[in-house]
């Protein structure tokens, strides 16, 4: 039983809330209701008296000035029906949680263990059937995997006398807490079986050489001797299908393949990582002096400055936000947060970036099963992205969204994040971390429940009937900022060793990577600390709960580490120890129920072969459209889904905390140009700055993936430059998400989606080492797939290119917005008949054409010169040509600065005005230079194809000549309107 | 030798504008430290031995229930005397976004008659989203508060999504009016009242109101954001205006601490 305590906005004042959705059931659903009125309601599952219940009620619960609210009756009024949505068990609760502090301070004393508040929210519809009333809740309010709901009428309500309309969320399914052993002595085809059931996610030779593991008499011994049964316990078996996960060993990147290249030759690749990524920053490594550690932490760390060091990382999180968009995108940037947080002695985040994928949100056909409108997983990702990091107070600098229908299978959400850290810490060079044997396993944070169980090797599947809904879980960043508040202040103080985030495989991820220095780990599992009671102990030892941290405390300073973390209010739990056993070790109320040797667990799994060949390209006719008039082409290319102004999902998100913007996302006289990469300045008192810009180009993968990914670079790249960046001094990332490349019956096309990885991979390590772009982290995730009966939908091969660069004067960055009337315009870079992917084509239907080709040699150096001549401040505006080409760089440039253009295209010598237009040539700006220091900058520019267009003007007209005439004749307004209209929700 | 100014800077729970106000404070030239709340709660000495209170931005307690209601309340059980002494000590207060909510729920504003009583709200702004967004403001020349003396105008981010102001009814609305307790309202770029037109007040705010004072004009809460504009380079247009190098949100900081100097 509970005592229910409902809120409303008093009667006679606007719901902003029941407004606003009644607005988003027109525009998402086509559904008109006359009215939606939201009231909160807080099912106090807790012994409190009346007395203590109309306290709450009144001092914690309600508004005094605008809000009306009951105990156990409801107070909704002038309704046809009523939907009441909450959580389903285990769902973290996050309102429920602060509800319980809450009433802990007004009542002045702690609620008993088990005691609890569960949030939940009620819409009163007027206005609409029952079928209607159900059809939003189950396409706009609930999501069935995470939440209950229900409709109930007038009548029905006023029957329940103020009772629960949907029943307590409390767990009560209970694992039992035993071990089972497990029989690998079965045939070849039941352990693939098994791998399947039990959600193991391995495959036949991983499975045997867990199977010869056990058979080994060494191990035999060993397991007598520590009283275990010969047989694998399940803990055991799970912590090695989590170790050995795609997600975490990586193996697709580490297998041996044989690739056939497209003259034919094959040859061998002993590790696409090896070979490419490592390589190159093992090359430019050389080059710069800036490298402090890159690859075997959470994240890359760089220098900033004399006393400072920066980390950036990003992952993705693509299959739970498939099912969860809200819960899945969340859990991706507190946990990317999490990265940073670990990434050296702990790094203090100071920036966020996120990079989504969607099909289209106007799509209109079928939605396959399981998966859900790409509308409603727009917008659930952006809410997730924009409370995780707005609650975690990061300032969100960077992203971008991108459409193609193929997303529809699975959302890409990327999110990133950039860390500052003292270079020394408590006297230690704060990159270097290390785990010793004796210290205390620590675990802080959240608490652990079901949730987030097997998702590192859900992540390495594709998405099936079976997905389980226990892979989602909510984000907690309250939770998350006090022990990261915390941490730092642990941090100063020298309180630990080494630190790790719980990601993916949780306990048994971080404790098995943290002992592999000191070589081994005791860890009890029954110490710790559970959201509820009933999980069996490898579910505690994997759960992916989130909002912990694993720190390694030595003995001494255990006793401060807890003392700290009590006052505020943290929870921090000793789980056991390091050890030098060569053993990761797990008991549970005193009975050891794992051993495994840290050598099998890392090294253990086996190799595997692939083949790679990529099959015949067809013939792509490039068919040239040649009109009079290109102004309406412009228009439909600004209006498109891939260019447009996604102002209204970016200024939800806040950019500004911290106090470092120097560039914002948008930029100019109104405040609403796209500008190129983010400029911060982290340190006070110093001018010293970052610039961060990202690149992604799916739309060249199935023209050339090797273009794709040169394409994805130069992007980035280019935007920095924009801003006033330097060469030499840029730091990269690579994020790729794939399509199943294992060829197999399943997936037919294995070999060419491999052959289009080791693409990839080529251009990747090229096209780095050309622009001297160390690769300091990255990540990879492979089986972005949906497969449901006959219907297969995979991604286009995507990588996200995140490029950051320390600079050395944020004063002297440039934005992209043009400044003053008289103003010469410029085009930098060569432009060709490079229409292949291009949103202009994609506007008119074709498929044809040629993907970009990058010259990353002629474009370094022109580079180099562009920033020569915006360090000498020559440069009023800088903007990158990249979706739309040139036509729309110019466009935004003119409507930003809220100024005209007049423009000739002639002198840039192309042939074709289509092309000139809206070719997307890559490695281009839009520059305008004030008309006294043109000379100066065409000397700067002397060879790098700085060619002039024309003149800003003190006008609204944006006029285009070309070798037919006038091309395009707007005002900037219509220009603007065009580019907003889309996506202004 | 002027006397050194203390200022606390509270953190804790979520809140999240601390450091930048911190820096803010010491680039005014106070003595700024960040103080946990429980440390303050177990050692409210400090706060005795400090002239400045500064409750920063941020998502205290996820803003559940509503922004600012779970800290107010236990700002009020866990720290209400020792603030109170604090106010009575003639020393100074501000709120800004999430603070200035915190302040108003707890009734530290608008502070009529001495007491803490919720006599406004801050709540959902009319678009129901959180928004990132340049305003103009504009300093009522008649207020008593000493934190915009000699600000005219202004220019601020606001970063909220529960910024709207409503008094509970128009006698409050016109006390505060009387009292000069109307700090500043959202405006047009020219300087004209904004009269609820979005984005110009971007929450639908009463009146325009985006800060108010209390009686005596030491205890100050705003929305917008005085901590994320102290450099020039902080301002969306700075690349195409010619702005002073130094941000012009520092400025309320400034009189705070020269006022502290002066007076206490």
Same mark, same amino acid.
């Given at each position: 039983m509970a005592d229910r305590i409902e809120v409303a906005i008093l009667a006679d004042r606007p719901d902003p809330a029941g407004q606003a959705l009644r607005a988003r059931l027109h525009e998402d659903l086509g559904i008109t209701v006359a009215d939606v009125r939201v009231i909160d309601v807080y099912a106090i599952h807790a012994a409190l008296t009346p007395e203590e219940l109309e306290r709450v009620r009144v001092?914690?619960? $309600?508004?005094?000035?605008i809000q009306e609210s009951a105990v156990n009756r409801s107070i909704a009024r002038h309704y046809d029906f009523i939907i009441e949505v909450g959580f389903r068990p285990?769902? $973290?609760d996050n309102v429920g949680r602060s509800s319980v502090e809450g009433i802990q301070d007004t009542l002045g004393r702690a609620l008993a263990p088990g005691e609890t508040v569960f949030k939940s929210r009620q819409y009163a519809v007027r206005g609409a059937t029952r079928a209607t009333c159900e059809a939003i809740a189950r396409?706009?309010?609930?999501n069935d995997l995470i939440e209950q709901w229900v409709v109930n009428s007038a009548e029905e309500v006023a029957a329940?006398?103020?009772?629960?309309l949907l029943g307590l969320p409390i767990v009560t399914e209970r694992s039992e807490a035993v071990v089972h052993e497990v029989d690998l002595e079965i045939p070849d085809d039941a352990l693939v079986a098994m791998s399947r059931d039990r959600m193991l996610a391995l495959d036949l030779r991983e499975m045997q050489a867990i199977q010869a593991y056990y058979r080994d008499p060494g191990v035999r011994a060993q397991r007598e001797k520590a009283g275990l049964p010969p047989r694998p316990t399940d803990i055991e078996l799970e912590i090695l299908a989590q170790t050995w996960s795609e997600h975490c060993k990586h193996k697709i990147f580490n297998a041996l393949i044989r690739y056939t290249d497209p003259d034919g030759n094959t040859h061998e690749i002993d590790s696409l990582f090896k070979t490419y990524v490592k390589a190159t920053t093992e090359i430019v490594g050389k080059r710069v002096?800036? @490298?402090?550690?890159?690859?075997?932490?959470?994240a890359g760390i760089i220098r900033f400055d004399e006393n400072h060091l920066f980390a950036l990382k990003a992952e993705t999180h693509n299959s739970p936000s498939a099912l969860d968009p809200y819960g899945g995108a969340m859990t991706g940037i507190v946990g990317v947060n999490r990265d940073i947080l670990g990434a050296g002695m702990g790094c203090r985040c100071i920036f966020n970036t996120d990079v989504f994928c969607f099909a289209s949100p106007f799509y209109d056909g079928e939605i396959p099963e399981r998966l859900l409108h790409p509308r409603r997983v727009l917008r659930g990702v952006h809410a997730g992205v924009k409370d995780g990091g707005n609650q975690s107070g990061i300032p969100d600098i960077n992203g971008a969204i991108v459409f193609h229908?193929?997303?529809?299978?699975k959302p890409l959400v990327f999110c990133g994040t950039g860390g500052l850290i003292p270079a020394v810490v408590a006297g230690r060079p704060s990159h270097i971390k290390q785990a010793l044997p004796g210290d205390r396993i620590v675990m802080t944070g959240g608490r652990i429940g079901?949730?987030?169980?097997?998702g590192a090797t859900f992540s390495s599947e594709e998405l099936?009937?079976?997905?389980?809904? $226990?892979?989602v879980q909510i984000g907690d960043p309250i939770t998350q900022k006090k022990m990261a508040d915390f941490l730092m202040e642990a941090r100063d103080f020298g309180l630990y060793n080494c630190i790790t985030d719980n990601g993916a495989g949780g306990l048994s991820s971080s404790v098995g990577e943290m002992a592999q220095k000191p070589g081994g780990a005791v860890v009890h599992l029954d110490r710790a600390p559970l959201?509820?009671?009933?999980?069996?102990p490898w579910e505690i030892f994997l759960?992916?709960?989130?909002?912990r941290m694993t720190l390694a405390v030595p003995p001494d300073k255990i006793e401060a580490f807890l003392d700290l973390a009590r006052r505020r209010e943290v929870e921090a739990t000793v789980l056991g120890e390091f050890t030098d056993s060569g053993f990761l070790e797990c008991f549970y109320e005193g009975r050891r129920i794992a051993s495994l040797s840290m050598d099998f667990l890392h090294n253990g799994v086996p190799k595997m072969r692939l083949e790679a060949e990529l099959a015949p390209a067809p013939p792509r006719p490039d068919i040239r459209v040649a009109r009079a008039d290109y102004t309406d082409d412009l228009k439909a290319v600004l209006a498109s889904l891939n260019v447009c102004s996604k102002e209204s999902f970016v200024r939800?998100?806040?950019?500004e905390v911290l106090a470092?913007?120097? @560039?914002?996302e948008f930029q100019g006289v109104c405040h609403d140009g796209p500008g190129d990469a983010g400029v911060i300045k982290?340190?006070?008192?110093?001018?010293k700055g970052l610039a961060v810009a990202c690149g992604i180009c799916p739309k060249y993968s199935d023209l050339d993936a090797y273009a794709m990914m040169a394409c994805a670079i130069d992007e980035a790249v280019r935007n920095l430059i924009a801003v006033g960046a330097r060469m030499g001094t840029i730091a990269g990332l690579d994020n790729f998400c794939w399509p199943d490349p294992v060829q197999s019956e399943k997936t037919p096309d294995g070999r060419h989606k491999l052959a289009q990885l080791v693409r990839c991979c080529q251009a990747l390590h090229e096209v780095c080492v050309a622009y001297d772009i160390p690769l300091i982290s990255g990540k990879d995730s492979m089986k972005n797939d949906y497969k449901i009966g006959d219907t297969k939908i995979s991604i286009p091969p995507t990588v996200l290119f995140t490029a950051v660069a320390v600079m050395?004067?944020?004063?002297r960055a440039v934005s992209m917005d043009v400044k003053r009337p008289g103003d010469l315009v410029y085009i930098v870079g060569e432009t060709r008949?490079?229409?292949?992917?291009?949103e202009w084509y994609a506007v008119l239907g074709e498929t044809g054409g040629a993907a970009p080709q990058l010259h990353p040699r002629t474009a370094r150096t022109r580079y180099e010169k562009l920033h020569a001549a915006i360090a000498a401040g020559l440069v009023a505006s800088c903007h990158d040509c990249s979706d739309g080409g040139l036509a729309v760089a110019l466009a935004e440039s003119a409507f930003a600065g809220g100024l005209g253009m007049r423009l000739d295209?002639?002198?840039?010598?192309?042939?074709h005005d289509g092309v000139a237009l809206f070719s997307e040539s890559q490695s281009r700006f839009v520059v305008t230079v004030a008309p006294d220091r043109a000379a100066a900058f065409e000397a700067a520019l002397a060879g790098a194809g700085a060619v002039r267009l024309g003149e800003v003007t003190n006008d609204d007209r944006f006029v285009i000549q070309g070798s037919a005439g006038v091309l395009v004749n707007a005002t900037i307004t219509e220009l603007k309107d065009a580019w907003q209209r889309t996506l202004r929700w | 030798m002027p006397v050194t100014v203390k200022a606390i800077i509270l953190t804790g729970?979520?809140?999240?504008?601390d450091n930048e106000t911190t820096q803010a404070l010491r680039r005014a030239g106070a003595d700024a430290a960040r103080v946990h709340l429980n440390d303050l709660a177990a050692n409210p000495e400090l706060l005795h031995r400090a002239h400045i209170l500064a409750i920063p931005g941020g998502f205290s307690f996820g &803003? &559940?229930?509503?922004?600012?209601k779970i800290l107010a309340n236990r700002l009020r059980y866990r720290l209400g005397a020792p603030i109170r002494r604090f106010i009575a000590d003639g020393k100074l207060i501000i709120g800004i976004c999430n603070g200035f909510q915190v302040m108003v729920k707890m009734g530290i504003l608008p502070f009529f008659d001495g007491e803490f009583v919720q006599e406004t709200t801050l709540t959902n702004n009319d678009s129901s989203r959180f928004e990132n967004r340049w305003v103009h403001l504009a300093a009522n020349? &008649?207020?008593?508060?000493?934190?915009?003396?000699?600000?005219a105008r202004l220019e601020l981010p606001i970063r909220h999504g529960e910024g709207k102001f409503i008094p509970r009814d128009e006698a409050v609305l016109r006390r505060l009016g009387d009292n000069g307790q109307i700090v500043v309202r959202y405006c047009r770029? &020219?300087?004209?009242?904004?009269?609820?037109a979005f984005p110009f007040?971007?929450?639908?705010?009463v009146d325009d109101i985006a800060g108010i004072c209390d009686p005596s004009g030491r205890i100050f809460g705003m929305m917008?954001?005085?901590?994320?504009?102290?450099?020039?380079?902080?301002?969306?247009r700075w690349t195409r205006e010619s702005l002073p190098?130094?941000?012009?949100?520092l400025q309320v900081f400034r009189n705070a601490v020269e006022y502290a100097e002066r007076a206490l």
């Open positions: 001092e914690l619960f $309600t508004d005094p000035i285990g769902v $973290t396409r706009a309010l609930a329940l006398r103020g009772g629960s002096d800036w @490298l402090m550690s890159v690859f075997h932490d959470n229908d193929r997303f529809l299978g079901k949730d987030g169980i097997h099936h009937e079976g997905s389980p809904a $226990t892979a959201k509820y009671a009933g999980l069996a759960s992916e709960a989130q909002e939800m998100y806040d950019h470092q913007s120097v @560039l914002k982290p340190v006070p008192d110093s001018w050395d004067d944020v004063r008949a490079e229409l292949g992917g291009s295209l002639c002198p840039m010598g192309v042939g | 729970f979520g809140i999240n504008c &803003d &559940d229930i509503a922004s600012g020349p &008649d207020s008593p508060c000493v934190w915009t003396r000699g600000i770029p &020219d300087g004209a009242p904004a009269r609820g007040n971007p929450n639908g705010a917008p954001h005085p901590e994320a504009f102290v450099d020039f380079t902080n301002h969306p190098e130094e941000g012009a949100g």
